[in-house]
């Protein structure tokens, strides 16, 4: 019990906790990258995972990867494109086949051209999304530190002491 | 320094992962499962319950139902349980492989209670419900017609005893030989009454000058003479009647071969009673057989037309040096079910091979060997390879024994004949379809068979003759019939051969034969009687007759040459005068 109580707050000390642009801004990145590609392939769960072992914040992973849900298939005619060039790309044409043959590799579906470009989209777009995140909650994260400490999720995680919320 | 805040979290959430992986890996499974069969084929999949051991591989699925995408209120089969062993190391490879599986109570074609349809989805395929309705019948009245025209006419009827030239002969005699041996007697008579009369005149009366010498002479002379005319129609006549005797041998011979003639051999031709036999026979089975196959097609859908697959996002890139294999199959799995199979509900059990998502890129068409048990058991054996662009699909059906109901064959206004119901046929059908084009043959032996010809038509015998042939027909007790079908699966055109026609008209040949020789011999002794009868009203009446009169004209002519004498002896001397 000791050990699920110390588990629970730390848990929500990661909320709490407000950290650092870099930890935020790596969140919204994964995210945006986890949402990016079509969830029938293994590639989100597994950088679901890897994300996980990162000191990014997991609610903005979250979030992120939410949001860019919604907003990927809209891209798709750009990833097709993209997905088509890279997997057509005559030097790493055998490096894909030796890949798919093994275990596993399958399953992320990486010959279909909307989840190799997708994921290359993601990966492109991963420094410009970064580098605004990490402007804007540099810039604009304590106003937003404002508005989510009196927010009803933060009452609910943190409890109704504000101080709990810690500044980055 | 480890940053626990950090870590605990992210060991809560992997462990929580594992936990709900762990305990909710079957519904997560049976999700998953759902989704890809769905996705697959474009209609609503139902999976009851769902079992899945990772560390064997075997899946065991319970209420299990796949809507038909092209008739969304119908199941395209749904099997009350299914066990599934699946190959691990092709599911790495996001193959879904069934090495072996089973699946029990499986029903096709059930009707559901809630539309198979997806949201979503394309519209299903306009498919109307396959209903199966025999082909108009060739019209069995014209092949009668035919059959009819075929035979030898047989003249019995209009040969009647009027007809007969040996009957016509003797009546014709008969009037002839009255009317001469009247005439002759007659002219006898007159002879005999002239010389009377001629004696009288000339014989002594006392006064031998009222007699003329002259006349006496010359009415003697007349006499011999008319004698002599009589006496040469009378050997004519005996010459005559000997003739007679020859006119009405060779008129015997002649009748004998008109009676010949008149009963030409009833011939059954053998193709022809087959024809006429076993057209709309044949053709029931024939269209009953190609309905099944058309039934069984429509049945299994194909893949790569059937299926309406929900559209994926993007494309999936065929990589150098990899061949592409199919996401789905199941290489052997054991049903055991019931369904109806043309019009008829059945209980079947055996084996299907082969069956995949994607035939095109599996090297083995999809193959089922089933046997079903209803009204009939059959043996059904199909392959459907739809591997080519061109769909090649093969039916096999044996079935060892059925029992068939009381069968009509032919047609009532030719000839009618019942095959009594405890017929046995063993049916041996091989269809093949490439495309549409069918071609096959179909093989069927019936046993114990017992016909009874019921109506016959009058130009070769009616009722009598069926009452013979059915004699006969109990020899004929089994046939074989093989149906040659060619044309396309919605115009096809058979043709068959059986031997049933050679067996019948074997037998019905042989007793018509035999009776024929009867009916013959029977008229040969009608003629023979009416022969001796004629050459013994010759020999014993009329040649006797005319000997007779012969005698009384020889009398008269030895009283007419006495009196001549009598006369020239008188002449020489004078009268003595008292």
């Given amino acids: ?168 | 320094m480890v940053r626990w805040a950090y870590l605990v979290p992210r060991i809560v959430i992997l462990a929580l992962i594992t936990l709900a992986v762990w305990v909710g890996s079957d519904p997560l499974i049976h999700r998953v499962v759902l989704s890809n069969l769905q996705n697959a084929t474009g209609a609503k999949v139902d999976i009851g319950h769902l079992r899945y051991s990772l560390s064997n591989q075997k899946a065991y699925l319970k209420e299990l139902a796949f809507a038909d995408p092209r008739l969304p209120m119908r199941n395209l089969l749904q099997a009350e349980m299914a066990y599934l062993e699946l190959d691990a190391d092709r599911l790495l490879h996001r193959q879904v492989v069934i090495e072996r599986g089973e699946a029990s109570r499986v029903v096709f074609g059930a009707p559901r209670t809630v539309s198979g349809d997806l949201p979503g989805f394309p519209t299903p395929l306009e498919l109307e419900e396959f209903e199966w309705n025999p082909r108009e019948f060739g019209s069995i009245e014209e092949i009668g017609l035919a059959w009819l025209d075929q035979l030898p006419a047989n003249n019995t009827t209009a040969l009647t005893v009027e007809n007969l030239e040996l009957v016509q002969i003797a009546q014709e005699l008969s009037g002839q030989w009255k009317t001469q041996l009247r005439s002759l007697t007659e002219s006898i008579a007159t002879l005999k009454q002239e010389r009377t009369d001629l004696s009288k005149a000339t014989s002594d009366d006392g006064n031998p000058l009222r007699r003329n010498q002259v006349n006496a002479k010359s009415g003697f002379e007349k006499l011999a003479q008319q004698s002599k005319s009589i006496q040469a129609r009378l050997i004519d006549l005996e010459r005559v009647a000997l003739s007679d005797r020859d006119r009405l041998s060779l008129a015997f011979s002649r009748d004998f071969h008109k009676v010949r003639q008149s009963f030409a051999a009833t011939s059954f031709e053998s193709d022809s009673v087959s024809k006429l036999l076993l057209t709309e026979f044949q053709e029931k089975r024939v269209s009953e057989i190609v309905g099944w196959f058309k039934w069984f097609r429509s049945v299994v859908p194909d893949p790569e037309t059937d299926f309406q697959p929900k559209r994926q996002r993007g494309e999936n890139l065929r990589l150098p040096g990899i061949d592409p294999k199919p996401g789905f199959l199941i290489k052997s799995i054991d049903v055991e079910g019931e369904g109806r199979f043309a019009n008829r509900h059945m209980n079947f059990a055996g084996i299907a091979r082969n069956l995949t998502s994607a035939p095109t890129l599996h090297d083995q068409p999809a193959s089922f060997e089933l046997r079903a048990q209803g009204d009939q058991h059959l043996i059904v054996s199909c392959t459907l390879d739809r591997r080519d662009e061109m769909p090649i699909d093969s039916l096999n059906v044996v079935c060892p024994d059925m029992e068939l109901d009381e069968q009509l064959l032919g047609e009532k206004n030719s000839m009618l004949v019942t095959m009594g119901p405890a017929n046995r046929i063993q049916a041996d059908i091989q269809i093949n379809a490439t495309g549409n084009q069918l071609s096959g043959e179909l093989v069927f032996r019936h046993s114990n068979v017992s016909l009874h010809v019921d109506k016959l038509h009058e130009i070769i015998g009616g009722s009598d003759a069926a009452l013979r042939l059915n004699q006969g027909l109990a020899s004929v007790d089994r046939f074989e019939t093989r149906v040659t079908l060619s044309g396309t699966i919605d115009d096809y055109d058979y043709q068959f051969q059986s031997d049933l026609g050679s067996r019948f008209a074997n037998a019905a040949n042989q007793l018509l034969d035999h009776h024929r020789e009867q009916e013959i011999e029977l008229r040969k002794n009608e003629l023979e009687k009416l022969l001796a009868k004629e050459l013994m009203k010759l020999n014993n009446e009329i040649l006797p007759e005319i000997r007779k009169l012969g005698a009384l004209l020889e009398q008269e002519r030895v009283e007419i040459a006495s009196r001549q004498n009598s006369q020239s002896q008188g002449q020489g001397r004078l009268p003595k005068i008292h």
């Avoid at chain 1, 000191?55 to 903005?60: H, I």
């Fill in chain 1, 1 to 168: 019990m000791k050990f699920l109580n110390s588990a629970w707050s730390s848990f929500r000390s990661t909320v709490k906790g407000f950290d650092t642009p870099h930890q935020l801004a790596l969140g919204i990145t994964l995210g945006m990258v986890i949402g990016w590609v079509p969830k029938d392939s293994l590639i989100p769960y597994a950088l679901g995972v890897l994300a996980l072992l990162t000191t990014a914040n997991l609610l903005c992973i979250a979030i992120a990867a939410i949001a860019f849900s919604w907003i990927s298939p809209l891209l798709d005619p750009f990833s097709h494109q993209l997905g088509v060039w890279v997997l057509t790309f005559a030097p790493l044409e055998s490096t894909w086949s030796k890949l798919i043959q093994l275990p596993v590799v399958p399953w992320t579906r990486f010959e279909n051209t909307v989840v190799t470009g997708s994921l290359g989209l993601g990966l492109l777009m991963a420094i410009p999304i970064y580098s605004i995140s990490y402007y804007c909650f540099a810039k604009f994260g304590s106003a937003i530190y404002f508005h989510f400490s009196r927010s009803r999720v933060a009452r609910w995680l943190v409890g109704n002491n504000a101080n709990n919320l810690q500044k980055s």
